[in-house]
C-alpha cells in the first residue's frame, strides 16, 4: 500500500498515535498537511487510517456510527466494522486500514475481517508501518520515553526512509 503512515503505541497507561500529511496521487506529492488521525466519541477513541483516503475517511465516519450504536465500546465496534466491511459489497472494494485506539485498547482493523490487538503494544500501518513499528519497538523496549515521544520518534524515522512518509507530523494522545 503506497500512502501514510500511522503509529500507535501504549505505554504506562497512555496511548498515543501519530500520522504525518502527505497525500500522494501515483508518484507525485499532492499535499503535506493532511489529517489522518481523528478523535471519535467523546474524544475517548483515537483512530487513525492509512491508504485511500475517501475510502479512509468512510470507514472513519462507519467506526463512529458503530462507536455510538455500542456505547464506545471499541472492541464491538471494531468487530462490528470488520463484519460489515468484509460482507457488504460496496465496502469489500475500500482500500485502505483502519487504527483505533482507547484508554485501555490497541487495535486494527482491515478488510479482510482482521480485527488484531497486538501483544506488545505497537501498531504501524501504511507504507512507512514496518520502519515506525521497527524503530518503536526498538524504543519502547531500549528507552523511558513516554507513548507521545516513542510515536513521533517512530515517525520520525519512518518519514526518513519512506518516500510516502512526510516528517509533517500529528500526535494525539489519551487521555489528553
Not at 8 to 28: F, N, S
Not at 86 to 105: F, N
Request: net charge negative.
Amino acid at each position: 500500500m503506497r500512502s501514510t503512515t500511522i503509529v500507535a503505541i501504549m505505554r504506562d497507561g497512555v496511548a498515543a498515535m501519530a500520522g504525518d500529511g502527505q497525500v500522494t496521487h501515483g508518484d507525485v506529492v499532492m499535499k503535506h498537511t493532511a489529517r489522518k488521525i481523528r478523535r471519535m466519541y467523546n474524544n475517548k477513541v483515537l483512530v487513525g487510517f492509512a491508504g485511500s483516503a475517501a475510502d479512509g475517511l468512510a470507514l472513519l465516519e462507519r467506526l463512529e456510527g458503530q462507536l455510538e450504536q455500542h456505547g464506545g465500546q471499541l472492541r464491538k465496534a471494531a468487530v462490528e466494522l470488520a463484519k460489515d466491511w468484509r460482507t457488504d459489497k460496496y465496502l469489500r472494494r475500500l482500500e485502505a486500514e483502519v487504527v483505533a485506539v482507547s484508554a485501555d485498547e490497541l487495535l486494527v482493523v482491515t478488510g479482510n475481517g482482521d480485527v488484531i490487538q497486538p501483544d506488545e503494544g505497537i501498531i504501524a500501518i501504511g507504507s512507512g508501518g514496518p520502519y515506525a513499528h521497527a524503530a518503536a519497538q526498538a524504543l519502547l523496549h531500549h528507552s523511558d520515553l513516554g507513548a507521545v515521544e516513542i510515536a513521533r520518534t517512530a515517525l520520525e524515522i519512518a518519514a526518513s526512509i519512506c518516500i510516502y512518509t512526510n516528517n509533517n507530523i500529528i500526535v494525539e494522545a489519551l487521555p489528553e
